[in-house]
């Protein structure tokens, strides 16, 4: 059975970095997408950023492309996202999901538990 559990993440100054993972466990990610998304509080759930299964393509969305970097170790059925220049509208709980592929749905039981990410002006 998947089980995705996300690390790292905290509270930090604006401008600071963070670096987020997510491991799996009980399934094999080689052949499927890896996104993360974010939910602010009163706002729904919106996708921040996706890897597809090879790792030579990646997608972000304009609110955070050139500072956050997705990336992937297949080795170690895990995930990241290095958060660079971090802002205050930053600040959210961060979900990793399993994706057949980018902009695919989320296979079944595949949403991790979300960790927060608070940026301090």
């Known amino acids: 059975q998947l089980q995705l559990v996300e690390s790292g993440g905290g509270l930090v100054q604006s401008g600071g970095s963070l670096r987020l993972s997510c491991a799996a466990s009980g399934f094999s990610l080689d052949y499927y997408a890896i996104g993360w998304f974010r939910q602010a509080p009163g706002k729904g759930r919106e996708v921040v950023s996706c890897i597809r299964s090879s790792g030579g393509s990646t997608a972000y969305a304009d609110s955070v492309k050139g500072r956050f970097t997705i990336g992937r170790d297949n080795a170690k059925n895990t995930a990241y996202l290095q958060m660079n220049s971090l802002k205050p509208e930053d600040t959210a709980v961060y979900y990793c999901?399993?994706?057949?592929?980018?902009?695919?749905?989320?296979?079944?039981?595949?949403w991790g538990q979300g960790t927060q990410v608070t940026v301090s002006s």
């Open positions: 999901a399993v994706l057949n592929y980018c902009s695919g749905p989320v296979i079944k039981d595949g």
